[in-house]
């Protein structure tokens, strides 16, 4: 069973299960704790929190609870700033987003400022300017974020 179907059995909605594909695919799975790129204590696909130490281990089912929770956080804090809709693949490609750079930084950007004006190819583009941390531009970022556009991109297409 892929990822997305994992989640979907998690009970979140096809727009999160498609986000945390996205997710898993560019955090990959770490069945315990390290430090990301700039020293962060991580675990799992990318999940951060005060309860974390190094050296602690994580099931396959822990990691995708996990997730789940975080996408449904992140989701519900991320759309009190959207004021229009989305289509899935924005949705997705924006909740990736705002899980790797938190809700604090996505809701005083310039692309929700953007998104929010109807501004949504523009908004999308500003994805692949975000991929520095603690000032080091970062491959894996990159790569990332240069798939989140493509992608919210895409979604734009199918509404036109």
């Known amino acids: 069973m892929n990822i997305k179907n994992k989640l979907l059995v998690y009970g979140l909605s096809s727009a ?5 594909m996205f997710i898993a695919k560019h955090e990959g799975l770490v ?9 962060i204590i991580t675990s799992c696909y990318g999940h951060t929190g005060p309860e974390l ?20 956080k992140h989701n519900i804090e991320m759309s009190k700033y959207i004021k229009v809709p989305l289509s899935p693949e924005e949705h997705a490609a924006y909740l990736s987003f705002t899980y790797n750079v938190g809700v604090g930084n996505f809701k005083s950007s310039s692309l929700l400022k953007l998104l929010n004006k109807g501004q949504k190819v523009e908004a999308c583009e500003q994805l692949t300017r975000w991929v520095f941390a ?11 974020r240069e798939d989140e556009k493509t992608f919210c991109l895409s979604g734009l297409k199918d509404s036109n």
Do not use: H, I, M, W
């Open 16 to 20: 999160l299960a498609t986000s945390g």
């Open 31 to 39: 069945l315990g704790t390290y430090p990301d790129p700039v020293g």
């Open 53 to 72: 130490k190094l050296g602690q281990k994580f099931s396959e089912d822990q990691c995708l609870d996990q997730l789940a929770k975080d996408l449904s």
């Open 134 to 144: 603690k000032g080091k531009k970062l491959r894996g970022l990159v790569n990332r």
